[in-house]
C-alpha cells in the first residue's frame, strides 16, 4: 500500500536504505496508531533523521503513541531543559506511586521517556556533546535518588529507619561520577555509611545489615530485567575487595581499608568519585578522607608505569576480543584521552587542588592553563574527545546498546558514518582513524618509557653490575660509555658505593628496581658534562637522600628534561645538589627549563605565592608553613638556577632574592593579622575612629636589596600608637600594644619555626630600640624619640639601609618622615668619622680573619664591610644638604647618588661601585659552591688595596677632614 511519509523533503535528504528503514518504522506507526495520522502537520522535521538512525527511538515510539505526543506537547525536542526541569518530570512520573511493582514500571518508563527526549536532540543535532552528557548523568542521579527513596519506604513499616538519621551514601564513579554518562552505560557504584547504629523500628536492625537490605533493593530497583527493561546495569566491582566484599561498607572500614590495600588501579577509579544520591553531607565528608589516598601530597611519577601497565592489560583484553576497532579501548580511543588528563591528575593534584576535577574535558583544560600541557596538545585531544564520544553515543543509541565496537553490518555503518555527518563509511573511517592516530600519539608521547626508548644493551649490563656492587664491572662499563680511565674509577667506586650502602640494602624492591633504572640514565647524562665523576657523585649522593621516596626516582626516570636538568645543576653547585636532597620536592622544578631559568619578578611572584596558598585556609597553621617553606625553596633553586648558569645578573640575583623575602612577609603578615584578629578584632585608635596600622622595617641587606643566598632577615616591627586607652574592637578586646606585640611574635613563629621542609628566614631583631633589653614592637612615637635622643651612630648607619617593606600605609609614611629626619640631622664630621671609624675597628677585631694569605670578602679590611662604611658615612655626613640621599638604601645607587651630589669624587664612586659589585659577585658564586666567602689574598690584591686607599682617605686616623 502507499504510505505518505512525513516531511518528503527532510526525508529525500536520507540516502535510499535509511530511507527505506525510515518509511518501514512509520509504517509500523501508522498501522498501530491509525488515528495517529492527523499528528503529521505537527511532527518535527528531525523525524525522518532520527526514526532512520535509532530503532530504539523509533520502536520507543511506536509502542507508545502517548510518548510522541508528550515529546511534542511539551516542545521537549526543540528546547534543552531549564535547570530543575528534569528533575521535577522525575518526581511527577515517581511521586505518587506506592506499589513495587508499579513502581518498577513505571522507572523503567520514566528513564525510557527521558532516553528518548536525549537521543532524539542528539541525532537531530539539537544538542551539544556537554548537553547530552549532563542530561544522561542528571537523569540517572534523580532516577538512583528515586529507588533509592523508595526502597527506604518499603523498608520502613518493618525496620523503620536509622535512628540518627543517617542514609545510605551512594557514591557514583566511573562515567556517572565524572558528570559523562554515556547513553548505554552501566552505573558504577558504591556504597557506605557513615556510623554504626541501628535502626527505629519493631525488628530493629544495625546498620550494616538494614543499608546492605537497602543496597540490595535499591541495585534490584535499577538493574532488573522486567518486561519494560532495565533502569540502568549496576556494576559493583570497584568497592573494597571486589566482588569478595561486603556490599555496603561502614565509611572507617572504607577509609583503612584504602590506606592499607588501596592499588593503583583504585586510585584512578576514585578520581572520578562523586556523591551521586542519599546521604550527600556524610558522602562529602568520607570523599575528604580518602583524597589523600587518591591525590599524593608529592609528585608522584609512579603512576606512568602503573597506568602503562594498565594500559597494556586492557590492550591484551581487546587483543582477545579480535581485531575490532573499539572507540572506548583500542589504541587512541577514549580511555587514552581519560588516561592522558588522569595521569597528570595522579601525579600532580595532591599539590595543586585545582586539577582535583572530576570532568574529563575540564582537566584537560585546566592542564593547558597551567602549562602541563601544550594549548596545540589540548585542542587535538579536545576535539578527538568530542568525536569519540558522540560516536559512541550514537552508536548505542541505535539499539539502546552498551557497546563500544564499530557495527559490522551495512546499515549499522551507514547510520553511524550519517549520524557523524558524513556521507558514507569510508569517509566516516577516515576521520575516526585520524582523530584516533592524533590521540595515540599523545598517549605514547607521554606513557612511552624513555629508558627503555634512549637506553641500549648496556643498560641492562650497567643496571645489573650496580645491583651487584661489582665495581670491577662497572669501570669496565663506564668507560664503554665514554669515562676517561681516572673518572671510570671513580665513577666505579661512587656507584658501588651506593649499591653497598646499608640504606639502599634496605629499600624496598620497588625502589630498587627504580634505582637500578635510573643509575644508567644518570651514568649516560653526566658523562656529557666537564668532571662528570664528580658530577656523578654529587648526584648520588642527592639520590641517596631520597631513595626512600622512590616517587623521587620514578620522576627523574620518566623525565629525561628533570634528569638532564638535575645533573647539570649538580655540575654547576653543590649547594643546589644540598637544596634538592634537602627538599625533593623541588625536583618538580626541573620539569619545566622555561621557568626553572627564568625566575618570575616581584608582581609574578606574589601571584604565585597567592595560587600556592589559595587553598590553605589561614587557620591551617603546619600547612601554611610547609607552603610557604616549598615556595621559598623552588623560588630560590630558580634563582640559583639561573645564577649558575648566567642567565641572570649579579644585580637581579639579588632583587629577586629580595622580592621572595618581601612577597613571603607581607603574606605571612597578612596571615597573622587576619588570625589575630579573629581573636581579638582589629586595633583601634580611638581618637581617630580608625584602625591602627601595623608594619615591617627591613634592614641589613634586605633594606637594602641585597639579600643573598641564605641570608638572615634584619626586621624591626612598628606600630601606630594614640592617646588615652588603645584597645581591640572584639569580643575579647585587648590593649592595642599586647595585639601588636602577639602580632609580631607570630610572624616571628610563622618565619623561624623548624618543620619537617625546614625554616622560612632566621629573624635578627636586634636593631630595634635599645636592641635585645628593648621591646619586641615600638610605636611610631617611641621609635621617633628614640632616634633622636638614644640611637648610636651605628644605628644611624643602620638606617642607611632601612626600609618600610610589609604593612600599613600609614605608618610607611611615618617611618619614612622620621627617616628622613634623623639620617638629615646635623653631624659633627670629626666626631662621626671618629664613630665610624671605631665601629669598623671593633668590627674587624671581632669578625675579621687576620689571616695573611686569605681574605674574607665581607669582613677583612678593604672589603664589603668598609664599601658600606664608606657610604653609611658619607649619607650621614652629607644628607643635610643633600636630601636626595635618603632616596635609596641599596649600595650602588647610594654611590651614585654620591657622585651626582657632587659629595663623591665619581672615579672613586665607580671604583668602589665596581669592588662592591665584584665582591658580591663572588661571594654568591662561592655559596653556590657551598664555600665560605673566603678567596686567596692575592686573587683582589688590586680591588682590596683601591678600597683601602680610599677608607684611609675618607675615614683613617690620619684622614683628611671632609
Known sequence: MSIKLPHPDATALLPPPLQARFAHQWARYLERHDGDAVLSPDLPDSLPRVWALSDFVAESCIQSSALMRMLIADDALVAADRAGKLKARVHDALGGVEEEAAFMRAIRECRRREMVRIAWRDLAGAADLAETLADLSELADWLIEAALAFAEDALAPRFGRPADGQRLIVLALGKLGGGELNFSSDVDLIFAYASPGQTDGRQSLDHQAYFTRLAQRLIRYLAEATADGQVWRVDMRLRPFGDDGPLVTHAASMEHYYAAHGREWERYAWIKARVAAGDHAAGERLLATLRPFVYRRYLDYGVFESLREMKAMINRESEKRGEHVDLKRSPGGIREIEF?????????????????????????????????????????????????????????????????RLPEDALGRLRLAW??????????????????????????????????????????????????????????????????????????????????????????????????????????????????????????????????????????????????????????????????????????????????????????????????????????????????????????????????TGALPLMRVSDQLTWIAEVILDRVLAVAGHQLAAR??????????????????????????????????????????????????????????????RLAQRVIHLLGTYTSAGTLYEIDIRLRPSGASGLLVSSLDAFSLYQQDQAWVWEHQALVRARFIAGAPSVASGFAAIRERTLCRERAPAALRREVREMRERMWRTLGSRDPVQFDLKKDPGGIADIEFLVQYNVLL???????????????????????????????????????????????????QAMPAVVPSDEVAGLRAAVGRLWEAQLGEEGAAP
Not at 693 to 712: P, Q, T, W
Request: charged content about 25%.
Open 340 to 404: 592522558i588528563g588522569q595521569g597528570f591528575q595522579l601525579i600532580r593534584a595532591g599539590r595543586d587542588r585545582g586539577l582535583q576535577h572530576r570532568g574529563i574535558r575540564e582537566t584537560l583544560a585546566r592542564l593547558a592553563d597551567r602549562d602541563l600541557l601544550p594549548r596545540w596538545a589540548e585542542r587535538e585531544l579536545q576535539s578527538a574527545y568530542v568525536y569519540l564520544r558522540q560516536a559512541e553515543n550514537r552508536l548505542q543509541m541505535q539499539a539502546d546498546q552498551q557497546t563500544h
Open 419 to 644: 549520524s557523524m555527518g558524513c556521507e558514507d563509511w569510508p569517509s566516516f573511517r577516515a576521520v575516526l582513524d585520524e582523530q584516533m592516530r592524533g590521540v595515540h600519539e599523545h598517549f605514547e608521547r607521554m606513557f612511552a618509557s624513555p629508558q627503555l626508548e634512549a637506553g641500549g644493551a648496556g643498560d641492562d649490563g650497567l643496571a645489573r653490575a650496580w645491583r651487584e656492587g661489582d665495581e670491577a664491572a662497572l669501570r669496565t662499563l663506564l668507560a664503554a660509555d665514554g669515562y676517561e680511565e681516572t673518572e671510570a674509577g671513580a665513577a666505579a667506586e661512587h656507584l658501588a658505593a651506593l649499591a653497598n650502602a646499608p640504606a639502599t640494602r634496605t629499600l624496598t624492591e620497588t625502589a630498587r628496581q627504580r634505582l637500578a633504572q635510573l643509575v644508567p640514565l644518570l651514568v649516560r647524562a653526566a658523562v656529557t658534562l666537564p668532571a662528570p665523576a664528580r658530577t656523578l657523585a654529587r648526584a648520588l649522593t642527592l639520590i641517596q637522600a631520597m631513595a626512600g621516596r622512590s616517587v623521587y626516582l620514578a620522576l627523574l626516570v620518566e623525565s629525561p628534561l628533570a634528569l638532564s636538568q638535575l645533573v647539570r645543576l649538580c655540575a654547576a653547585s653543590p649547594w643546589i645538589a644540598e637544596q634538592l636532597a634537602r627538599m625533593p620536592l623541588l625536583l618538580d622544578e626541573l620539569l619545566d627549563p622555561r621557568s626553572l631559568y627564568a625566575p618570575p619578578e616581584r608582581e609574578g611572584l606574589a601571584r604565585e605565592l597567592s595560587a600556592a596558598l589559595a587553598e590553605v585556609p589561614d587557620d591551617d597553621v603546619e600547612q601554611l608553613m610547609d607552603r610557604l617553606r616549598q615556595f621559598k625553596a623552588a623560588q630560590v633553586l630558580k634563582v640559583a638556577a639561573a645564577d649558575v
Open 680 to 741: 581579638h578584632g582589629p586595633p583601634w585608635l580611638a581618637g581617630e575612629d580608625r584602625e591602627a596600622g601595623f608594619g615591617i622595617v627591613a634592614y641589613g641587606k634586605l633594606g637594602g636589596i641585597e639579600l643573598g643566598y641564605g641570608s638572615d632577615l634584619d626586621v624591626v616591627f612598628l606600630y601606630e600608637s594614640g592617646t588615652g586607652e588603645q584597645l581591640t574592637r572584639g569580643e575579647r578586646p585587648i590593649d592595642n600594644a599586647v595585639y601588636f606585640a
Open 878 to 928: 652629607h644628607a643635610r644638604a643633600h636630601p636626595a640621599l635618603v632616596r635609596y638604601t641599596d649600595n650602588i645607587r647610594l654611590l651614585q647618588a654620591l657622585a651626582e651630589a657632587g659629595v663623591m669624587d665619581p672615579a672613586d664612586a665607580a671604583l668602589l661601585t665596581d669592588a662592591y659589585k665584584a665582591y658580591r659577585d663572588r661571594t654568591h658564586a662561592l655559596t653556590l
